[in-house]
């Protein structure tokens, strides 16, 4: 069983940044692919950053060159920076490892 717990949410305007924490109950972090998704109401939810075990790391094409995922493995932590926030960001974001979720964190980015 794996616990994850999802930090750093907020309001912002565009334009603005956040960074988002991911924090694993075990030593994971490191050895699972992880990813960031967010759902937005009426949206599906949707992947915004992956990273592999070996560090190589996805984006897509909405928030390539804004959003940047890393790791800490020694923290069991994984973090989204995201920069350049546009309102379109306005979602809950989710941190997944293989089948489990974290309960999301509330993203608001007002124009």
């Not at 990813?35 to 592999?52: F, H, S």
Request: charged share 15%.
């Amino acid at each position: 069983q794996v616990q994850l717990v999802e930090s750093g949410g907020g309001l912002v305007q565009a334009g603005g940044s956040l960074r988002l924490s991911c924090a694993a109950s075990r030593s994971i972090v490191g050895t699972f692919t992880m990813g960031w998704y967010r759902q937005a109401p009426g949206n599906e939810r949707e992947l915004v950053a992956g990273i592999t075990s070996f560090g190589s790391t996805n984006y897509p094409d909405s928030v390539k060159g804004r959003f940047t995922i890393s790791r800490d493995n020694a923290k069991n932590t994984v973090y989204l920076q995201m920069n350049s926030l546009k309102p379109e960001d306005t979602a809950i974001y989710y941190c997944r490892v293989h089948t489990y979720w974290g309960q999301g964190t509330q993203v608001t980015v007002s124009s």
